[in-house]
């Protein structure tokens, strides 16, 4: 079946580091990729995301390209803010034609625990 | 427009109690699917509905059932609750089930069983 695997945290930065989360995924065929962040005490956000390969998702300064050679689709981002710290989810839907059931339904990773100390 | 909302916000019970949690979706969104996401893990599918049927279901046990009702809000159901149920319940919201519906996200039910 599908699957996500991420870098394990915690990562801890300085401000204005920069930061990358790595992520592979093993699925078939060309899913569409995802970053959700998770700050404390709260649901999922959706950060960015890709629906094909070479596409580069952005948002809020961070960045991921869908690579399909490598099967990845790791986050940068140039100069993290304290604000930043959060937990980061990898995640994939799997590419289905049509209206299908359960189309978009979500397999994330385990996430990534992001510290950004001043 | 109200995002996703969920009830309660924490819930505590015990081994082999029933629970129901309640999912209102975002105004104008059809679909609702459910997570649950174990500390410190990723978010795991439990089930999706759509105009009031299940729409695709992960691999949990028939224990964990659902329903939808016509205004699109969503109760989730678990019977005979185990020690491993112990997590917080997503629920999210889409216009939509296919890979083109971007899913919004309610801040969670936070189950604990003892």
């Known amino acids: 079946g599908d699957s996500v695997t991420q870098m394990e945290g915690p990562v801890t930065l300085s401000e204005e580091a920069f930061l990358t989360i790595n992520c592979t995924y093993t699925?078939?065929?060309?899913?569409?990729l995802f970053w959700y962040v998770q700050y404390p005490g709260e649901g999922l956000q959706l950060l960015l995301k890709a629906t094909k390969a070479d596409d580069k998702g952005s948002n809020k300064g961070f960045e991921a390209t869908y690579r399909k050679e490598t099967t990845s689709f790791h986050l940068e981002k140039g100069s993290v803010q304290v604000s930043d710290s959060a937990v980061y989810f990898c995640?994939?839907?799997?590419?289905?034609?049509?209206?299908?059931?359960?189309?978009?339904?979500?397999?994330f990773g385990t996430g990534t625990q992001l510290k950004v100390e001043l | 427009e109200t995002g996703v909302t969920q009830s309660p916000t924490h819930l505590i019970k015990t081994r082999g109690q029933q629970v129901t949690l309640r999912c209102s979706s975002q105004?104008?969104?059809?679909?609702v699917s459910w997570y649950q996401q174990a500390l410190g893990q990723g978010p795991q599918f439990i089930f999706q509905y759509y105009r009031e049927e299940e729409n695709g279901r992960g691999n949990f046990p028939p224990r964990f059932s659902g329903l939808q009702f016509p205004n699109y809000s969503s109760e989730l159901n678990v019977n005979a609750l185990e020690l491993d149920d112990s997590a917080l319940y997503l629920c999210?919201?889409?216009?939509?089930?296919?890979?083109?519906?971007?899913?919004?996200f309610g801040p969670g039910t936070r189950l604990t069983v003892l």
């Open positions: 105004s104008g969104h059809n679909t």
């Open positions: 995640a994939l839907t799997p590419q289905v034609s049509g209206l299908t059931g359960g189309g978009n339904k979500l397999t």
């Open positions: 699925a078939t065929g060309y899913p569409s």
């Open positions: 999210a919201s889409s216009q939509g089930g296919s890979s083109y519906n971007e899913q919004f």
